[in-house]
């Protein structure tokens, strides 16, 4: 598949606990964005990197959450001190031209 | 700010019947209008732009800046059409991330 791939695809955590997701996507697609999807509603922006630099943030991204892309390549978004609302499942989708191209998600679950 | 409405959570039609999966947006710009297509455990994925005005799976969409819709429409549908379709706007500054709807379960009935 060389497609927009992520990493877990499912992810269970205590409150409390750090996550790492990891989004490797199409290359040279040099525009990556993250989404956060909650159940019953459609994808919310995050962040967005052009190449290595990461151009916008939404207000969503609470301080707990960090996001880098550092070679440009693949990226990561860590929540720090998850809580049970940041359950979800995280998108990541990486574009060259006009289409983008999104991962099959990893879906957080906090306990 | 942008918005993407979709009134219809669920809409369900018989096979060969005619469906429209209705989409509205607020942007103040020109925004480039979108429609994606989430089979059952499949990743989300384009359907059809606006620009393009291509016909995809026989689904076609029109935007009418009008009255500020983009609604999908396709003249017989097919079983396999069932699928959840979100409609998603990217606005002319913001480097290409979307806002998107909250998506229509479309159940297509033998």
């Known amino acids: 598949d060389t497609g927009v791939s992520q990493d877990p695809r499912h992810k269970i955590t205590k409150r409390g606990q750090n996550v790492t997701f990891r989004c490797d996507p199409i290359?040279?697609?040099?525009?990556l964005y993250w989404y956060r999807q909650t159940l019953g509603q459609g994808p919310e922006f995050l962040t967005y990197?052009?190449?290595?630099?990461?151009?916008?943030k939404s207000r969503l991204l609470s301080d707990r959450f960090s996001a880098e892309r550092p070679k440009g390549s693949f990226s990561t978004l860590e929540i720090q001190r998850t809580e049970q609302g940041d359950s979800a499942m995280y998108l990541c989708?990486?574009?060259?031209?006009?289409?983008?191209?999104f991962g099959q998600g990893t879906r957080l679950t906090v306990v | 700010a942008q918005r993407v409405t979709q009134p219809e959570k669920l809409l369900s039609v018989f096979k060969g019947a005619p469906v429209e999966l209705k989409c509205n947006y607020s942007?103040?710009?020109?925004?480039?209008l979108f429609w994606y297509v989430q089979y059952s455990r499949q990743r989300l994925q384009l359907l059809l732009r606006?620009?393009s005005r291509e016909s995809i799976k026989g689904f076609t969409a029109d935007l009418n800046k009008g009255e500020t819709s983009f609604h999908l429409k396709k003249p017989f549908a097919q079983e396999e059409d069932s699928a959840m379709y979100y409609c998603?706007?990217?606005?002319?500054?913001?480097?290409?991330?979307?806002?998107f709807g909250d998506g229509t379960t479309l159940t297509v009935k033998p």
């Open positions: 290359s040279e697609h040099n525009r």
């Open positions: 989708a990486s574009r060259r031209n006009t289409e983008a191209f």
């Open positions: 942007y103040s710009g020109s925004p480039e």
């Open positions: 998603a706007l990217s606005g002319e500054t913001n480097a290409g991330k979307s806002t």
């Open positions: 990197f052009q190449n290595e630099a990461q151009l916008e």
């Open positions: 606006h620009i």
